[in-house]
Protein backbone atom coordinates (compact mmCIF):
# COMPACT_ATOMS: atom_id res chain seq x y z
CA UNK A 1 0.00 0.00 0.00
CA UNK A 2 1.80 3.60 -0.81
CA UNK A 3 0.14 6.42 1.10
CA UNK A 4 1.13 10.53 -0.21
CA UNK A 5 0.83 11.97 3.37
CA UNK A 6 0.20 16.23 2.54
CA UNK A 7 0.53 18.95 5.15
CA UNK A 8 1.42 18.10 8.62
CA UNK A 9 0.32 14.60 8.49
CA UNK A 10 2.06 11.46 9.75
CA UNK A 11 1.53 7.90 9.90
CA UNK A 12 2.34 7.14 13.58
CA UNK A 13 1.90 3.52 14.21
CA UNK A 14 1.17 0.59 11.51
CA UNK A 15 0.35 -3.15 11.78
CA UNK A 16 1.02 -6.53 10.23
CA UNK A 17 3.04 -4.64 7.76
CA UNK A 18 6.54 -2.65 7.14
CA UNK A 19 6.76 1.08 6.04
CA UNK A 20 8.98 2.55 4.92
CA UNK A 21 8.73 6.54 4.03
CA UNK A 22 10.69 9.25 1.39
CA UNK A 23 9.22 12.15 1.26
CA UNK A 24 5.70 12.58 1.62
CA UNK A 25 5.56 9.17 0.52
CA UNK A 26 4.77 6.39 2.43
CA UNK A 27 5.02 2.47 1.48
CA UNK A 28 3.49 -0.66 3.85
CA UNK A 29 5.05 -3.88 2.53
CA UNK A 30 4.38 -7.29 3.72
CA UNK A 31 5.48 -8.30 7.33
CA UNK A 32 7.90 -11.00 7.18
CA UNK A 33 5.39 -13.55 8.69
CA UNK A 34 2.42 -12.69 6.14
CA UNK A 35 4.46 -12.46 2.55
CA UNK A 36 3.26 -15.67 1.20
CA UNK A 37 -0.17 -17.17 1.53
CA UNK A 38 -1.45 -19.87 0.03
CA UNK A 39 -3.80 -19.16 -2.62
CA UNK A 40 -7.54 -18.25 -1.23
CA UNK A 41 -5.86 -17.04 1.91
CA UNK A 42 -5.84 -13.59 3.07
CA UNK A 43 -4.17 -10.72 5.48
CA UNK A 44 -4.81 -7.61 6.83
CA UNK A 45 -2.73 -4.74 7.84
CA UNK A 46 -3.84 -1.14 9.36
CA UNK A 47 -2.04 2.29 10.42
CA UNK A 48 -2.86 5.37 12.40
CA UNK A 49 -2.17 8.84 10.94
CA UNK A 50 -2.03 11.96 12.77
CA UNK A 51 -2.45 15.88 11.60
CA UNK A 52 -5.25 17.88 9.90
CA UNK A 53 -7.36 16.23 7.38
CA UNK A 54 -6.92 18.56 4.34
CA UNK A 55 -8.44 16.16 1.90
CA UNK A 56 -9.08 12.19 1.76
CA UNK A 57 -6.09 10.40 1.45
CA UNK A 58 -4.81 8.49 -1.63
CA UNK A 59 -4.00 4.92 -1.60
CA UNK A 60 -2.50 3.08 -3.81
CA UNK A 61 -2.21 -0.93 -3.32
CA UNK A 62 -0.92 -3.63 -5.76
CA UNK A 63 0.79 -7.00 -5.30
CA UNK A 64 4.20 -7.49 -5.20
Same mark, same amino acid.
Given at each position: ????? !?????????????? !? &? !? #?? =?????? &??????????????? #??? &????????? =???????
Amino acid at each position: MTRTL !SGYQSTSQVWNGMP !S &A !S #GS =TVTVAN &AGYNGALPGGDRTTF #GFT &ATGPICSPP =TLTCAPV
